[in-house]
């Protein structure tokens, strides 16, 4: 079973927050501030996400693998699916012209049977001896 550890306390989605939560707080206007704090507060927002990139690409690649297995277990049991059903209706196919000539033969063998049971039914001692 595959499984995605993947959560919001990943440490590099933490500092990857975390340098867009600064830098949204260096651009708005939250009180007094100079513009020597705001600058750096957006350098360390800067780095932050800067330091944060290598472990947030490793965690897409990551999730990038489970999803390229699910894509293909997904494939795998369509296919599966697929064949599956087309040997259901090989197997379950009827062909209507064997179909119509196996019923007339039955039919056929129904009449004699019936025609022989009407004879014997009318048959009799004294018709059976003339």
């Known amino acids: 079973m595959l499984q995605a550890d993947i959560t919001a306390l990943d440490p590099a989605i933490r500092e990857g927050l975390m340098a867009l939560a600064l830098g949204a707080l260096a651009v708005r206007d939250i009180g007094p501030i100079t513009q020597a704090a705001q600058s750096e507060i957006l350098r360390a927002a800067g780095g932050y996400m ?3 990139q290598d472990a947030l690409s490793e965690t897409r690649a990551e999730l990038g693998a489970l999803q ?5 277990a997904r494939v ?3 296919s599966l699916t697929t064949s599956l059903k087309l040997e259901q209706a090989r197997i379950l196919a009827i062909d209507p012209f064997e179909t119509a000539t196996e019923l007339e033969a039955v039919r056929n063998q129904l009449e004699m049977l019936f025609m022989m049971t009407a004879r014997l039914s009318r048959l009799n001692l004294a018709e059976f001896l003339r």
């Open 68 to 72: 390229a297995r699910v894509e293909e």
């Open 50 to 52: 800067l330091s944060s």
């Open 76 to 78: 795998r049991q369509d």
